[in-house]
């Protein structure tokens, strides 16, 4: 089987914008294959062929289109000739060619995206299952079968399969807007990120960091797991924020209660700071109701109010176990649960505000040069770049 058949829906549903959500499917099909030997990708009538060279590795190939954003699900294939003989013959040929002592059962089910073809899709499953069966002996399970072969018949040619694979879903990388991700290092951020990436966003990342008071490993943790999402949407950017002379700042300056809150407001000007420079449209965090002091109804009001841009929180409502099934299906976890030493907790008070008031805060605020403590972080950031598949950060 040299081919490859994937498949989308959402972009099905798509108007007079179809054509350019699919033609943005093949280009990262075609990226994120650039170094396994696949020879062509192309449109078919509601659907992609990849053309597999024969040098591509099929498991690799699996791999990274099962991480493509777009792609419903996906089958390794091979071409036929449209008549029942020339498929019955094509499909006998390829399970003779396989070891199947497990199966017993099978089906068929067959698909006409030419619906002029002469026969309707259960009368080619009876066809061709009828050969099957005459020609192997298996049973026909029309429920929990075995095996299920699959069939596409096209305007000129048809494609079997026996085998397929889920896609992520969603919609391809870069059809919706750039924001601007918060990454932590912890567990939600990366799953937030992969949230808005599934949605088409181009996702940057800024991290804050309170290196050289705390150690470098969240630093060296969020580099791995922005080259883990770096697999999911081939390019991105990181922005690497020293955060520490700010908490100095505000500790020197400011009430105890509020520090955690204003941790956080500053964080999200600077994060909005970037985000204009880099053409972001909205900002993104792991925040969740009621999971710790600062992400309280109150507090998450204030730390909006410092800036203008939108502020999406796709785990507003989730526990963490479900954040943490999620992190594991992405494969984020083990990263995320390495000890490190995040810059929210240096300097954090015993009883920190979960109600704080946006005016005690303002109040607070105003013992601080806060334009000047901005400028200076933005001045001083690094900024990283990653690729895939070649994950060197530049």
Avoid at 29 to 42: E, H, K, P, Q, S
Wanted: proline content about 5%; charged content about 25%.
């Amino acid at each position: 089987m040299d081919s490859v058949i994937v498949r989308y829906q959402e972009i099905a549903l798509k108007g007079r914008n179809r054509p350019w959500f699919i033609n943005r499917l093949i280009s990262n099909i075609r990226a994120v294959t650039a170094d396994l030997d696949v020879v062509r990708v192309r449109p078919l009538m509601g659907r992609l062929e990849l053309a597999l060279g024969p040098k591509a590795d099929w498991d690799k190939v699996k791999q990274r289109i099962a991480s493509t954003f777009g792609v419903a699900n996906f089958s390794r294939a091979a071409r036929s000739g449209r008549s029942i003989d020339q498929l019955s013959t094509s499909i006998l040929e390829e399970l003779s060619a396989q070891s199947r002592g497990d199966v017993k059962s099978f089906r068929v089910t067959a698909r006409r995206a030419d619906k002029t073809y002469t026969l309707t899709s259960p009368e080619i499953e009876r066809e061709v299952g009828g050969h099957v069966k005459a020609a192997i002996g298996w049973n026909v399970d029309l429920v929990h079968p075995d095996l299920i072969i699959w069939i596409e018949i096209l305007s000129t040619e048809a494609f079997y399969s026996i085998d397929k694979h889920s896609g992520p879903g969603g919609l391809p990388s870069g059809t919706s807007g750039p924001v601007m991700s918060l990454l932590s290092g912890g567990i939600d951020s990366p799953v937030a990120a992969y949230r808005l990436m599934k949605r088409g966003c181009r996702v940057r990342f800024v991290h804050f960091h309170s290196y050289p008071l705390l150690s470098h490993a969240s630093i060296d943790k969020v580099r791995e797991l922005t080259q883990l999402l770096t697999g999911y949407q081939l390019k991105s950017r990181l922005y690497l924020v020293a955060f520490a002379d700010i908490q100095r700042q505000i500790v020197l300056s400011t009430p105890a209660p509020l520090r955690v809150v204003l941790y956080r407001r500053f964080m999200m000007r600077i994060a909005q700071r970037l985000a204009r420079r880099c053409r972001a449209r909205a900002l993104v965090t792991g925040e969740a109701v009621g999971q710790v002091a600062s992400q309280t109804i109150e507090n998450l009001s204030v730390i909006n109010a410092a800036v203008t841009l939108p502020v999406l929180r796709p785990l507003i409502g989730s526990d963490k176990d479900e954040i943490s099934n999620e992190s594991r299906r992405l494969g984020s976890y083990p990263v995320s649960i390495i000890p490190d030493e995040d810059c929210c907790q240096l300097f954090t008070p015993r009883h920190p505000a979960t109600k704080a008031h946006l005016d005690q805060v303002e109040a607070a605020e105003s013992q601080l040069a806060v334009d000047e403590m901005i400028t200076a972080a933005v001045h001083a950031v690094e900024v990283e770049n990653f690729s895939f598949p070649s994950h060197d950060p530049t």
